[in-house]
């Protein structure tokens, strides 16, 4: 972060900017001594910067918040869903077209006839998937009220609440003190592992920077070196 500030300036366009930092800090912690130490960092790397401490308390978890976190995950649900539907219409309909098995030399009588009912089979099933895709207004209405009555049944994890309500809080504070700034670079926060996080992640990203023109994230790889002139 030191690094792209430092670079920031030497830009024509952001040299005569006023970079201010802004630290969050809970309760706990010693505001006082964490706002002397960054100052004493900034003077070492010849940056000029007025630094700011935010404290953040452990706040009650708001109605928004547990709804956004249940609309997300209600959404990934429905995605998730969709695309599995996809994938097992395309894969029939794959094997319907590439019958590789009949096509073998060594191909048995009874391997014959197996694959020939099992194709058959899946042009029944293909069929089946494309008249469910063909409703009555009134069948229409009851599966959508099903599907429905299903995702609202659903409960958010309580890590996923916890999540979005820190992305919550972080962007009301960036909001307050930064609405009015021409650029806001953000710590990008750790990516999730698996693909499973990876659209939960994007929606805590959109809801930590919503309400903001410009925005930068950065996140260094932990091996920067940062020289520091006595």
Not at 3 to 27: E, G, M, P, Y
Not at 99 to 119: G, H, M, N, Q, R
Not at 173 to 201: C, D, F
Request: glycine share 2%.
């Amino acid at each position: 972060m030191a690094d792209n500030d430092f670079n920031k300036r030497q830009h024509k366009v952001w040299k005569n900017c006023k970079l201010r930092i802004f630290t969050v800090a809970q309760l706990e912690d010693n505001s006082i001594q964490m706002e002397k130490d960054l100052n004493q960092y900034m003077y070492n790397l010849r940056i000029e910067a007025e630094v700011k401490i935010v404290e953040m308390s452990n706040s009650d978890i708001s109605a928004y918040t547990y709804e956004r976190t249940l609309m997300m995950e209600q959404r990934t649900e429905l995605l998730s869903n969709m695309r599995l539907q996809k994938e097992t219409a395309q894969s029939i309909i794959d094997r319907a077209h590439n019958p590789t098995s009949l096509e073998s030399k060594d191909a048995t009588l009874e391997t014959v006839v197996e694959e020939a009912i099992e194709f058959n089979d899946a042009a029944n099933s293909l069929e089946l998937d494309r008249s469910q895709y063909t409703f009555s207004p009134s069948e229409a209405k009851s599966l959508g009220k099903e599907l429905g009555k299903e995702l609202f049944q659903m409960k958010p994890d309580k890590k996923n609440v916890r999540r979005m309500h820190t992305a919550v809080k972080l962007n009301e504070v960036i909001v307050e003190k930064s609405h009015e700034a021409q650029l806001v670079i953000l710590n990008l926060p750790t990516p999730p592992r698996s693909e499973s996080g990876e659209q939960n992640y994007m929606e805590f990203l959109e809801v930590l920077t919503e309400g903001l023109d410009r925005v930068v994230m950065v996140r260094g790889s932990g091996r920067e070196v940062v020289t520091i002139y006595s």
